[in-house]
């Protein structure tokens, strides 16, 4: 896994992912995560060992998880791009930027090129490595914060859908390229020599 700034010579742009003005795409992939979402936080309500019942005996109890869960979903998403940040970093990256457009937080870079491992490394970071933890919490939490647990585990993954599509439309790239991913819009490049001219053009663009 590498990282670097300079493209080698002969490579050009193969694909072209862009979240942030493609609203096609943004809608899409925003329609996919919420309907995962909704799946994943209807399988919590019926997996949860304790009822969602409010009444004068355990308010205070249940207006502690909500207030918990809201601060855990804000804390997630700084650390969810925080994560992406420490992986750019650990395979090489120097430069990461941080921003908010409205729909998505994100964490990117405007100088480095990752090849196809190191970026799927870099998406796939914050959904392993929180899932494993959501698990844990699920596993030596008591029950009654079963739902908040599940709730953020199931926000972590609506939350990655977009890394998730990204790394899926990789796949059927060449390990030969080099990927620069501001944030929200990625740039794939490849060697032009050895790809053919009907490989260049992703159908789902």
């Not at 742009?13 to 925003?30: P, R």
Request: aromatic fraction near 10%; glycine fraction near 8%; proline fraction near 4%.
């Amino acid at each position: 896994m590498k990282a670097c700034r300079q493209l080698p010579d002969g490579y050009r742009e193969i694909l072209h992912i862009d979240l942030q003005h493609d609203k096609k795409l943004a809608a899409k992939v925003n329609l996919m995560a919420g309907a995962v979402m909704v799946l994943l936080l209807i399988l919590g309500f019926i997996l949860s060992p304790t009822p969602l019942s409010v009444g004068p005996e355990n308010l205070s109890a249940y207006l502690l998880r909500c207030a918990v869960l809201l601060v855990g979903y804000v804390l997630y998403i700084i650390l969810h791009e925080l994560t992406h940040a420490a992986a750019m970093k650990a395979v090489g990256g120097r430069s990461v930027v941080f921003g908010f457009t409205g729909l998505y937080a994100f964490a990117g870079s405007k100088e480095d090129w990752f090849d196809k491992t190191a970026y799927r490394f870099i998406a796939l970071a914050p959904l392993v490595l929180w899932g494993i933890l959501f698990g844990v919490l699920l596993a030596v939490l008591p029950r009654e914060w079963f739902l908040v647990i599940w709730i953020l585990g199931a926000g972590n993954i609506a939350g990655s859908f977009g890394d998730i599509y990204v790394t899926l439309r990789l796949l059927k790239q060449p390990a030969s390229v080099l990927i620069r991913d501001t944030g929200v819009e990625m740039r794939v490049y490849g060697p032009a020599a050895s790809l053919s001219a009907d490989k260049t053009v992703d159908p789902a663009l």
